[in-house]
């Protein structure tokens, strides 16, 4: 209705929370390259943290959107780096990363790349082929090694299973504020839906579970729990 | 302007050249799950085969699109069936080839599925990993050993080097009717764009090398193509 739409804007107006506010925000999956033709990629489709760099930009922050591969539309007033790679994406992050007050990484970032990509396109031979990986940098913990008390990062974990304790872990190993830890072969959450069931999880270990919502939803509670904490 | 609205409606109308015709038509990128988050795909949008899947029905033909992964709508007028993997692709197509007209196989197929899928996400830990692969079906080949003399079959060939040689090979190889060849190296020609640039190689020997052009418009020339050689 109208009146909801004035009252959104009339708010909108006001909330400008996080202004004067750097934030960088990392989403959707990166792509290694096999060769010219072939890759390995994941199936993140940037929902989340479109949603989250669209919020974050109404509540008045100066943006960088660090985008892997995905078609959603740039948000408004958000600077946007497209990447491919996880090592092109730490490249971005890390540019921006010295004045940044708060960074959330829910970028699927691929762990490992391809030893030797291939310039032209492989032909198909052999009735079996191997492929071999090395680790990816792990830009999440280099983040968090480097980081000030005044920075504010926050991690994702999208697990299949042992989903709490395992978020549990990495924010610890990593040294992060937050981390927003997923069951995403739940229906409803995770991969290329628009909902989501999160738990968001503190650093002073305060566990909240967020139910099914729209990942928009999502996008304002991680906000404002990233605010309330930052505050105290 | 009207008048060519009104032009193209009545070409439209007019051109039924398939009445009566089955056509099936691969189109996108096939995925080949590592674990339920990583895969492997390649490049292909899906473009091309949906262009001339629409092509196809506005020439009166019933159309059979088995698409891969695409953000493409669906085209009107098309039996529209989503797959992701090859072997997924294969069933839907020798599912309806052997009473089909004309199959156009656009979709660039994994040619390896990997070896072990895991059922669980599987977690990053040694500095170096080898994912094992073994060969998929190969359809193309499978569709030109059976297919009868009143079937007309055409594949693609996108390379990235010797595009005609191997174009020419891959015709006689599969017993195919046409191949249309293009080298995705060349900037407009290929993936994730709308135009190409392609070979067009009949049985015959006869090669039409189609100018910068729409896929659209090389949709046209590829139906063109194989309603004049069907006709002979």
């Given at each position: 209705?109208l009146?909801?739409?004035?009252?959104?804007?009339?708010?909108?107006?006001?909330?400008?929370?996080?202004k004067?506010?750097?934030v960088?925000?990392?989403?959707?999956g990166?792509?290694?390259p096999i060769?010219?033709?072939?890759?390995?990629?994941?199936?993140?489709?940037?929902?989340m943290?479109y949603?989250?760099?669209?919020?974050?930009?109404?509540?008045?922050a100066?943006?960088?959107l660090?985008?892997?591969?995905?078609?959603?539309?740039?948000p408004?007033n958000?600077?946007?780096?497209?990447?491919?790679s996880?090592?092109e994406m730490?490249?971005y992050?890390?540019?921006h990363?010295?004045?940044c007050?708060i960074t959330?990484?829910?970028a699927?970032v691929?762990?490992y790349r391809?030893?030797?990509v291939?310039?032209?396109?492989?032909?198909k031979?052999?009735?079996?082929?191997t492929?071999?990986l090395v680790?990816?940098?792990d830009?999440?913990?280099g983040?968090?090694e480097k980081?000030s008390?005044?920075?504010?990062?926050v991690?994702?974990?999208?697990?299949?299973?042992n989903v709490?304790?395992?978020?549990k872990?990495?924010?610890?190993?990593?040294?992060l504020?937050?981390?927003?830890?997923n069951?995403?072969?739940?229906?409803?959450?995770?991969?290329?839906?628009?909902?989501n069931?999160?738990?968001?999880?503190?650093r002073?270990?305060?566990?909240?579970q967020?139910?099914l919502?729209q990942?928009?939803?999502?996008?304002?509670l991680?906000?404002?729990?990233?605010e309330?904490?930052?505050n105290?």
């Amino acid at each position: 209705t109208l009146v909801e739409t004035i009252k959104d804007y009339v708010e909108k107006q006001n909330n400008q929370s996080l202004k004067g506010k750097k934030v960088i925000v990392s989403a959707a999956g990166t792509r290694e390259p096999i060769d010219p033709v072939r890759y390995i990629s994941n199936r993140s489709s940037g929902k989340m943290g479109y949603a989250i760099a669209t919020e974050a930009a109404s509540r008045g922050a100066e943006v960088v959107l660090v985008s892997g591969i995905t078609n959603i539309k740039a948000p408004e007033n958000v600077k946007l780096i497209k990447v491919e790679s996880a090592r092109e994406m730490q490249k971005y992050i890390e540019e921006h990363f010295a004045d940044c007050d708060i960074t959330i990484m829910s970028a699927a970032v691929s762990d490992y790349r391809v030893k030797e990509v291939a310039s032209q396109k492989i032909k198909k031979s052999d009735e079996v082929m191997t492929i071999e990986l090395v680790k990816n940098p792990d830009i999440l913990k280099g983040l968090g090694e480097k980081k000030s008390d005044k920075q504010y990062l926050v991690g994702f974990a999208a697990e299949t299973q042992n989903v709490e304790e395992y978020a549990k872990g990495k924010l610890q190993r990593k040294n992060l504020d937050m981390i927003v830890a997923n069951d995403v072969s739940q229906a409803g959450a995770g991969f290329n839906v628009d909902t989501n069931i999160a738990k968001i999880i503190t650093r002073d270990g305060e566990i909240k579970q967020a139910p099914l919502m729209q990942k928009a939803e999502l996008a304002k509670l991680i906000l404002d729990t990233i605010e309330e904490k930052m505050n105290k």
